[in-house]
């Protein structure tokens, strides 16, 4: 599957959005109140149980690996 350059950017945005809430999140773990509230379901869907993030660089390297084989 290729994806397009705005696919591209649009992934490439949301990650380092992603990746600067999780910073957030650790360098203001300890302290009492802090710019970013994680909010935890208090009855996960158990359907989501066994869900496991996508590694979107590996996704990437593979796709592109994929492509230049074809």
């Given at each position: 599957?290729?994806?397009?350059?705005?696919?591209?950017?649009?992934?490439?945005?949301?990650?380092?959005?992603?990746?600067?809430?999780e910073?957030?999140?650790?360098?203001?773990?300890?302290?009492?109140r802090?710019?970013?509230e994680e909010?935890?379901?208090?009855?996960?869907?158990?359907?989501?149980?066994?869900?496991?993030?996508?590694?979107?660089?590996?996704?990437?390297?593979?796709?592109?690996?994929?492509?230049?084989?074809?």
């Amino acid at each position: 599957e290729i994806f397009t350059p705005a696919h591209e950017e649009n992934v490439r945005f949301i990650y380092e959005a992603w990746q600067c809430v999780e910073r957030d999140l650790r360098s203001q773990m300890g302290s009492e109140r802090g710019l970013v509230e994680e909010y935890v379901e208090k009855m996960p869907n158990p359907s989501l149980k066994a869900f496991k993030p996508v590694d979107l660089g590996d996704l990437k390297r593979r796709n592109t690996q994929d492509a230049k084989k074809s």
